[in-house]
């Protein structure tokens, strides 16, 4: 298996509603990641995991709460957004040995009204 | 902030013809890679080049790294339509880190 799964694929959602987003991979990386892409800008790391423990937070607003049961699944849990977090939210894994090469998600398009 | 500058912002070509994309970067580096992105989609990994490296193959794809000048460069060969994509350099700080930072991108249009 050399993928990683992202669902939902769409999600729209009230500024009161709470969701998550659900990431999986099955290779066997020790590292999990978020990064937040608005429309025509590069990916935006959010945060990481490394050994299932935060790593990195890039000063993300508490509103956006990271998740990382096991070494296989990442959640990000959505609470109060603001419209202006509607964007493409992707998922990415790395083996924590080499080179860090990402293998990403197909991503959750978030809408916020 | 490392993040890498790529330029230009979009290239439209002829199949067949070659595109070439730059990128600048601000830091020292471990490594530098280039990711595809087809619209709204998520990245492919394409290439990495180590910063002791100077140039890499791989298929049509040849990448140069200079890091004096710290700008790399990914030239697409015989392009395709189907290399319509968004592609983006990524850098990975000396030292080692989780942390990969993307640069701008370049939309690359292939026209049949």
């Known amino acids: 298996d050399t993928e990683v799964t992202q669902t939902p694929k769409h999600l729209v959602m009230g500024m009161t509603n709470k969701k998550s987003l659900k990431c999986e991979q099955h290779?066997?990386?020790?590292?999990m990641y978020w990064y937040k892409q608005k429309a025509k800008k590069p990916p935006e790391l959010m945060f990481v995991?490394?050994?299932?423990?935060?790593?990195i937070n890039e000063s993300v607003p508490s509103r956006f709460s990271p998740e990382c049961p096991n070494s296989s699944l990442l959640n990000l849990h959505l609470h109060a957004l603001q419209p202006e977090d509607s964007a493409l939210y992707l998922c990415?894994?790395?083996?924590?040995?080499?080179?860090?090469?990402?293998?990403f998600g197909a991503g959750s398009r978030l809408t916020v009204l | 902030s490392q993040q890498g500058e790529e330029d230009p912002q979009a290239l439209s070509i002829q199949e067949g013809e070659n595109a070439t994309m730059n990128c600048s970067y601000k830091?020292?580096?471990?490594?530098l890679q280039w990711y595809r992105q087809n619209s709204g989609r998520g990245l492919v990994h394409l290439i990495l080049?180590?910063?002791?490296?100077r140039e890499k193959h791989s298929g049509r794809l040849r990448v140069t790294l200079d890091t004096s000048k710290k700008s790399s460069s990914l030239l697409i060969t015989a392009s395709r339509a189907a290399d319509t994509a968004s592609y983006f350099c990524?850098?990975?700080?000396?030292?080692?880190?989780?942390?990969?930072?993307f640069g701008k991108g370049t939309k690359l249009t292939v026209n049949p």
């Open positions: 990415a894994s790395s083996h924590l040995t080499g080179a860090n090469v990402l293998t």
């Open positions: 290779m066997g990386h020790r590292a």
């Open positions: 995991y490394s050994y299932e423990k935060l790593s």
């Open positions: 830091t020292s580096i471990n490594n």
């Open positions: 080049i180590r910063s002791n490296e």
């Open positions: 990524a850098t990975e700080a000396q030292g080692g880190s989780e942390k990969l930072v």
